[in-house]
């Protein structure tokens, strides 16, 4: 079955610091990943995609992430992050036809910033 | 240009009520999908429309259910509310799928409905 994982429910880290946010997916053909940011009372953004191609993409924000066929994973990173980077990220991969259908998303990462 | 609106944004509604709605997508947007998010579930497919045909359905009960008008714009119905139904709901927009899935989604800000 399609899935994806989230291991880490929370992180908090230093302001200024780096910051990797893990996923891993379960998808039978070449999948479409999506890293999705929400603020509190906020719909969803997207900050990257992979479709195909180069494995390192580069999103919105200064974060990239980098596709991995052999690990299942597409791992979410910043190199210093900002006091307005505290949110929760969504790691998604789609299954339908269009890129706002059938998402399937994981269970998110609460991101903490500490001043 | 205008991002996804959806009305209203707060709704309070009685167990065994029903509850309408609306989405309006980006112009130009055909494809509408609605997502159910709750603290327990995270977030869920639920249905997607394009060009006023039901495309594709996540596993949810009957009562839920969806429309696509001629201009895209979108309303779901959840009737015999339960107080399981308490989530945010998001509608998201995006290219027809001509342009395949190399192409953004669109959220709108949600409405959030709470069953009593």
């Known amino acids: 079955a399609q899935s994806v994982t989230q291991p880490d429910i929370h992180i908090t880290v230093s302001e200024g610091a780096s910051l990797e946010l893990r996923c891993n997916y379960s998808?039978?053909?070449?999948?479409?990943l999506f890293w999705y940011v929400q603020s509190p009372g906020q719909g969803l953004q997207l900050l990257l995609k992979?479709?195909?191609?180069?494995?390192l993409v580069q999103g919105i924000k200064g974060f990239e992430a980098e596709f991995k066929r052999s690990q299942s994973s597409f791992n979410l990173r910043k190199p210093s992050v900002h006091w307005s980077d505290a949110a929760e990220y969504f790691c998604?991969?789609?299954?339908?036809?269009?890129?706002?259908?059938?998402?399937?998303f994981g269970s998110g990462t609460r991101l903490s910033i500490r001043p | 240009k205008a991002g996804v609106t959806q009305t209203p944004r707060y709704l309070i509604k009685t167990r065994g009520q029903q509850v309408t709605l609306s989405c309006s997508p980006i112009?130009?947007?055909?494809?509408v999908s609605w997502y159910q998010q709750t603290p327990g579930q995270g977030l869920q497919f639920l249905f997607e429309?394009?060009?006023?045909?039901?495309?594709n359905k996540g596993n949810f009960p009957g009562r839920f259910s969806g429309r696509q008008f001629s201009n895209s714009r979108s309303e779901m119905n959840v009737s015999t509310l339960e107080l399981g139904d308490s989530a945010l709901y998001l509608c998201?927009?995006?290219?027809?799928?001509?342009?395949?899935?190399?192409?953004?989604?669109?959220f709108g800000q949600g409405t959030r409905l709470t069953v009593v």
């Open positions: 998201a927009s995006s290219l027809d799928s001509s342009y395949g899935m190399n192409t953004e989604a669109f």
């Open positions: 998808y039978g053909a070449t999948p479409y």
């Open positions: 992979y479709f195909s191609g180069d494995t």
């Open positions: 998604a991969v789609g299954a339908g036809y269009s890129s706002a259908s059938k998402i399937i």
């Open positions: 112009s130009g947007h055909r494809s």
């Open positions: 429309y394009f060009s006023e045909t039901q495309r």
